[in-house]
């Protein structure tokens, strides 16, 4: 009876201990968290934390989740918890500013009617059709909007700066002004080779939709007072005025996009002047300064990226100069090409990072390992692409084409350059933000977008995505310093390596049996059909004997070779499916009857410790 009570009372006061540990983990320890991921995917980095301190008045964040629509889509669902538990952080480290509602837009209710008016997007994935909401939409008190329409699980490592960017936005609605330093003419206007009206760079276009911009000449001395974002475009024979703007300026903060060139193939004007030798950009006493070093005498010719263009006599060719950078030469860890496709140009100029340079380097853009340098004039010179395939050598080496440069910096000049009025002299920074690319061509509509006329009005059409790069680094750039230091985080997903592993493993060690059978059986169908088609050809051709034994030889020997081949790519998963199998027999075999060891060796030890302690007061009474 005594043993019956004791066990009653064991689990009331379980039960009494459970309750009070969940009312004092939900009351108390729910604001406490613990990061333990790799990458910190639950917490947010300095950068957003900045940002949410920058907020003055209160923002409403909506967060549209289609719960109940998403039942069976568990990876969909895993990043929604994701999205989810990354704003929750966000709402309690803002204090108060950033009121977030999470709400489920079920078919045919208001919710959905609200997610539509704020132009999410409704994927149409779930049962019976049903839209599915995975997005965001923030408001602020002045009741400018903002969204991100639907969140794609491929990009999650931007998942934090896209947020934080929507906050910054509406926290800062200022119009941002970009001032563009360039000869070019960039804003159209009269052709001097046609005497015809050009249109503006489609990229200029682009950025004054989006943007307060303002072109200049090379010819001033100071920059426009409230400049958000400094670019450069094919900068030559700047005046000392003009680079000490340049150099305080960034040296205050200021940030610089700077497309530079050591042959100019898109400047008419130049063109016009007879110019068939180099047009290059020079900005080398600030890059020096940067820990960047520019090489103006060469020009990169890239046999595996080289585009193909028309001949003159109607054929095709590959141009060696005209290089088309794809989703491998792009860094796909960069917010300013992570998305990006391909990039075209002509004559690239390559950087390199300084020995001891004390500035940090991220190339962005680079060459494939198919490349060579040709000296400029050269270069120049040539108008027939063959040509500069005959002198081209493979180098073998990766050139770098364009690079982000942060950090420590120091002033191109020593004091203040004569005729200029006093002023007080930066002597340096550790705050430098730069993008340099080695290609001014890339913003000429020819090298990425297709001018049609529809129904009396131009259209363009890109066909690469040389704008959007334009339009993402002055995107990133203008941004605070807080957001940019964001750009991508790591990935909630984690790879399986050894997974991947075995496959190469495997690939190395069957792949070459396998390409032997393939290619037996390419000849064998070749013979096959052959004898078919003589049996088809003529009338009345009837096959001998003999012909008709090698015709069942060869289908005997194809279906013989193909059973071989699907035991070599059986093979290939072979290791992969026994170490799935191993996983799974430990998780559910070997995980458990551990556990109830161990759970059985502490009762068993805490018996014991009861058993000493009751024999110890026996001996005392």
Avoid: C
Wanted: proline content about 3%; cysteine-free.
């Amino acid at each position: 009876m005594q043993h019956k009570l004791n066990t009653s009372l064991s689990l009331v006061l379980t039960a009494v201990v459970f309750f009070a540990l969940v009312l004092l983990n939900n009351q108390v320890l729910a604001p406490l968290r613990l990061d333990l991921t790799e990458n910190q995917v639950y917490s947010l980095s300095k950068g957003s934390e900045q940002v949410l301190a920058a907020i003055d008045e209160p923002i409403n964040v909506y967060f549209f989740y289609s719960d109940k629509a998403s039942k069976n889509m568990t990876s969909l669902r895993n990043y929604a918890n994701r999205v989810e538990s990354l704003l929750l952080e966000y709402e309690k480290l803002a204090k108060g500013k950033l009121k977030l509602q999470i709400i489920d837009p079920q078919p045919f209710s208001e919710q959905e009617d609200q997610a539509n008016q704020f132009g999410l997007t409704g994927a149409t994935i779930g049962a019976a059709g049903e839209s599915i909401y995975l997005g965001l939409a923030a408001t602020n008190a002045i009741g400018e909007e903002k969204i991100i329409a639907f969140f794609d699980p491929k990009q999650e490592s931007f998942l934090e700066y896209e947020i934080s960017k929507l906050i910054h936005q509406l926290s800062d609605s200022s119009q941002v002004k970009v001032t563009l330093i360039s000869d070019l003419n960039l804003v159209g206007g009269q052709n001097p080779m046609t005497g015809q009206m050009d249109p503006p760079w489609t990229f200029y276009s682009q950025l004054q939709q989006l943007y307060q911009v303002e072109q200049v000449a090379s010819n001033i001395t100071t920059l426009p007072s409230e400049t958000d974002l400094l670019v450069l475009v094919h900068p030559k024979n700047l005046s000392d005025a003009l680079l000490f703007a340049i150099d305080q300026y960034a040296l205050k903060g200021g940030k610089v996009l700077a497309f530079i060139d050591p042959h100019n193939e898109s400047d008419q004007m130049a063109m016009m002047a007879g110019g068939m030798g180099a047009n290059g950009s020079n900005l080398d006493k600030l890059l020096n300064q940067w820990g960047v070093q520019f090489d103006s005498q060469h020009v990169l010719l890239d046999a595996m990226a080289g585009l193909d263009i028309r001949t003159q006599s109607g054929g095709v060719t590959r141009h060696f100069g005209f290089v088309g950078l794809g989703p491998e030469q792009l860094d796909r860890n960069d917010i300013t090409t992570a998305n990006l496709e391909i990039i075209n140009g002509a004559s690239f100029g390559t950087f390199t990072h300084a020995e001891d340079a004390t500035t940090q380097w991220l190339p962005i853009m680079s060459s494939t390992t198919n490349s060579d340098l040709m000296d400029v004039n050269t270069y120049a010179a040539i108008r027939d692409p063959d040509e500069l395939a005959r002198q081209y050598s493979n180098k073998g080496k990766l050139y770098t084409l364009a690079a982000r440069i942060t950090g420590q910096a120091n002033s191109a000049f020593a004091a203040v350059p004569e005729g200029l009025p006093a002023t007080d002299l930066v002597s340096s920074t550790d705050k430098l933000n730069v993008i340099v690319v080695g290609d001014t061509d890339l913003l000429a509509d020819r090298f990425w977008v297709q001018q049609a006329n529809f129904f009396g009005q131009t259209v363009f059409t890109p066909f690469a995505n040389n704008g959007d790069f334009v339009t993402n680094a002055v995107e990133n750039l203008s941004g605070s310093d807080a957001l940019i230091s964001v750009r991508s985080r790591g990935t909630f997903a984690r790879p399986f390596a050894k997974v991947d592993e075995l496959t190469v493993s495997a690939e190395q060690k069957f792949r070459e049996q396998e390409q032997l059978l393939q290619q037996q059986l390419d000849e064998t169908e070749q013979q096959l059909l052959q004898l078919q088609n003589q049996q088809g050809e003529g009338s009345g051709l009837v096959l001998s004997g003999e012909q008709q034994q090698a015709v069942e030889a060869f289908l005997n020997k194809k279906v013989q070779i193909r059973k071989a081949l699907r035991e070599v790519r059986h093979q290939l998963d072979k290791d992969i499916e026994a170490l799935g199998n191993w996983l799974k027999f430990i998780n559910i075999a070997i995980a458990p009857i551990v556990l109830m060891l161990l759970l059985w060796l502490l009762g068993s030890l805490l018996r014991t410790k009861s058993t000493a302690a009751q024999r110890s007061v026996s001996k005392e009474a």
